[in-house]
């Protein structure tokens, strides 16, 4: 199943051009751009770890693209996005979150239904990669 | 475009990539450096063509842009460097045509594994512009060869290579340091394929400098500082630590101090606008640097 999180993630994947474009887009708009990446792919996982340090002060997107390279060498089986940090008054916060690269294989996610207090039911989600494996040997 | 692509018009690209502006304004503004000027016209005019040729399909390799901008202190290094990168940006050869100004501080660490990721940050802030890089044979320093500045001369080396069509590399200093730089490091001379030498300036460059900068600032000279301000430039050129414009830039600094002064202690009188702007030979002739006799002070406390 595939990970639909943050923006395009119901496009195909974007293409090296693509990205670079929106990358372009938010160092226009002065917005802090950030690697992470995550083997744990649960929605409720809002942290994931940062590549290197957010990149505040690049003029062009050349740097980034190369830095998600280098990230893509590490951690090529694993989750990264790219997100864009505005930092103005009253915003924040991100403006913009796509993910750029993922896992071969995606297995999903398990709906736990537990029947509590009678007829009532709790959900829980539980992604088949990450209740297997410990972390780091996801994937 | 309805040009058929089997010929071009190099007069609609020039016109249409702006150089001749940043060329034009370029020699309005700075005095002097007819040599300089002329590299930079050739360069630009290579850079075209190419740009032509590419068009056509000719060349698919880009051209070996870095640079090496070597002078004496205060010729001017670095404005030309921040107007290679329009002219640059203008044609196309980097995409953002910002100018990252660094010293060997900026690239090399304190300790181990400090130097690469320190360059590494330093690059990735100067892609799509030019890296100009001041002093750049500090960045070798023989005489301690556990010295952290080969790393970043080596990942610098690896940049400049590989990453061709993300950043050019100006590397500036004095000539002769420069030379002995490029000597030892043979892996710069090669790669760098411009290697403009900036010539000091005439007394008259000086004074004209030392005029521009004034009216710049709002300032003038009273018809008799004009001729105190020259015959303190050529004084000043005898003296050592002589830094060309930059030694014409902190004379004015303390004139206008001077000027401040004198309308201050004379505060009791109205004051016209023309009193707010003019310099009078006076502001100039108090230098120490045409007080006869004394000739070790020099005129600035801080050669600078």
Redesign the interface.
């Given at each position: 199943m595939r990970l639909t999180q943050g923006t395009f993630s119901f496009l195909p994947d974007l293409t090296e051009e693509q990205i670079r474009a929106q990358i372009a887009y938010a160092m226009k708009n002065g917005w802090a751009v950030n690697i992470e990446y995550t083997d744990d792919p649960h929605p409720r996982n809002t942290y994931w770890e940062l590549w290197g340090l957010p990149?505040f002060?690049?003029?062009?997107?050349?740097?980034?693209l190369?830095?998600i390279a280098e990230c893509r060498k590490v951690f090529g089986s694993s989750y990264i996005r790219v997100s864009a940090f505005d930092s103005t008054a009253t915003w924040e916060s991100l403006r913009l979150s796509f993910i750029v690269n993922r896992p071969a294989d995606e297995p999903g996610f398990f709906l736990e239904r537990n029947e509590v207090n009678g007829r009532s039911i709790n959900y829980t989600v539980r992604s088949y990669a990450a209740s297997a494996k410990p972390a780091g040997e996801r994937y | 475009m309805d040009a058929p692509a089997s010929s071009v018009d190099l007069a609609r690209v020039y016109a249409d990539s702006g150089v001749g502006e940043v060329l034009d304004q370029l020699d309005r503004e700075l005095v002097g450096l007819r040599p300089v000027k002329r590299r930079i016209r050739e360069i630009a005019a290579l850079l075209l063509v190419d740009k032509l040729r590419r068009e056509l399909g000719l060349t698919a390799q880009p051209p070996t842009l870095h640079m090496s901008f070597t002078g004496n202190p205060g010729t001017g290094k670095t404005t030309v460097a921040m107007r290679m990168a329009d002219i640059l940006h203008r044609l196309g050869y980097v995409r953002s045509g910002h100018l990252v100004a660094v010293t060997r501080d900026d690239l090399v660490g304190q300790y181990i594994g400090h130097t690469a990721p320190k360059t590494k940050e330093v690059i990735k802030k100067a892609m799509g512009g030019v890296l100009f890089i001041d002093e750049a044979y500090y960045l070798y320093r023989p005489e301690n060869e556990r010295d952290y500045g080969q790393e970043a001369i080596e990942i610098l080396l690896q940049v400049m290579e590989n990453r061709r069509d993300d950043l050019v590399v100006i590397l500036a200093g004095y000539a002769d340091r420069m030379d002995k730089f490029f000597g030892s490091n043979p892996g710069f001379r090669s790669r760098v394929a411009h290697h403009i030498d900036f010539p000091d300036y005439s007394a008259a460059e000086l004074q004209q400098i030392g005029e521009q900068m004034l009216t710049s600032q709002g300032y003038k000279f009273h018809p008799d500082a004009v001729e105190a301000f020259s015959r303190y430039v050529e004084a000043r050129m005898q003296q050592p630590h002589f830094a060309n414009a930059r030694s014409i830039r902190n004379a004015l600094d303390r004139a206008r101090l001077r000027q401040a002064v004198r309308l201050f202690d004379d505060r009791d009188r109205k004051l016209t606008v023309d009193d707010l702007m003019t310099i009078e030979a006076n502001e100039i002739l108090v230098s120490r640097v045409l007080a006869p006799g004394d000739t070790a002070a020099g005129g600035e406390s801080f050669p600078g």
């Open positions: 990149m002060d690049l003029k062009d997107p050349a740097g980034v190369h830095e | -």
